[in-house]
């Protein structure tokens, strides 16, 4: 069964300091894997897209994901956080055939 | 600009009303979905439709109606029957349904919809 799962469901860091958002997937087939990101009463942003080709995405605002196989995970990193960073991010997974499953969410806190 | 439009951005609903949600987009895009969020949780399908006069149930039709005459307007009707209405809803598309690398969703701006 396929199924996405973001390990943390709050994280909080410090302006300046570096953001780590957590997922890891299941996936019958090959997937193709986004992060997005939603400020509130927004609907959902792109950040990035993983589609087979590099396994390291750089995305907008800074942020970056890597592709590992090996860990079914697509981690989302980005070296120094902003206070306009504080949102709510969310890993999507597509599957074969038709099938978007969305994580539960990770919502971040910036500190000043 | 290209993009999801979706109107009204807050919408009240007295008990036993029907109230239709607007969704439009100009970006070619075959597909088109709704969802439904809820305080503090993911997203949930309610239905998406793959091309124009097509559509399927999602995980969470009921109580919801949609139709699709035109490729780019995808309207969701909340219905009397929906016990629950209360929450955010977004409108979202894709060039197609069917998955291949880079089949993007795109999402509108959302609308809440609140029962009174």
């Known amino acids: 069964a396929q199924s996405v799962t973001q390990l943390d469901s709050h994280v909080s860091v410090s302006e300046g300091t570096p953001v780590l958002l957590r997922c890891n997937y299941s996936?019958?087939?090959?997937?193709?894997l986004f992060w997005y990101v939603q400020h509130p009463n927004k609907g959902l942003q792109l950040l990035l897209k993983?589609?087979?080709?590099?396994?390291l995405v750089k995305g907008i605002n800074g942020f970056e994901a890597e592709f590992k196989k090996s860990e079914t995970s697509f981690h989302l990193t980005k070296p120094s956080a902003h206070m306009s960073d504080a949102a709510e991010y969310f890993c999507v997974v597509i599957t074969g055939g038709f099938k978007t499953i969305f994580g539960a969410g990770t919502r971040l806190f910036v500190k000043a | 600009d290209g993009g999801i439009t979706q109107s009204p951005k807050y919408l009240f609903r007295k008990e036993g009303q029907n109230v239709t949600l607007s969704c439009e987009q100009n970006?070619?895009?075959?597909?088109m979905y709704w969802y439904r969020q809820d305080p503090g949780q993911g997203l949930r399908l309610i239905y998406y439709?793959?091309?124009?006069?097509?559509?399927q149930k999602g995980d969470i039709a009921e109580g919801y109606s949609v139709s699709r005459e035109k490729k780019e307007s995808f309207p969701l009707t909340v219905t009397s029957a929906q016990k629950n209405p209360t929450a955010f809803y977004l409108c979202?598309?894709?060039?197609?349904?069917?998955?291949?690398?880079?089949?993007?969703?795109?999402f509108g701006e959302g609308s809440w919809l609140t029962v009174v």
């Open positions: 996936s019958s087939y090959s997937p193709s």
């Open positions: 979202a598309s894709s060039i197609s349904s069917w998955t291949g690398a880079g089949n993007t969703i795109y």
């Open positions: 439709s793959q091309i124009v006069n097509d559509f």
């Open positions: 993983y589609t087979s080709a590099a396994t």
């Open positions: 970006l070619n895009h075959d597909a």
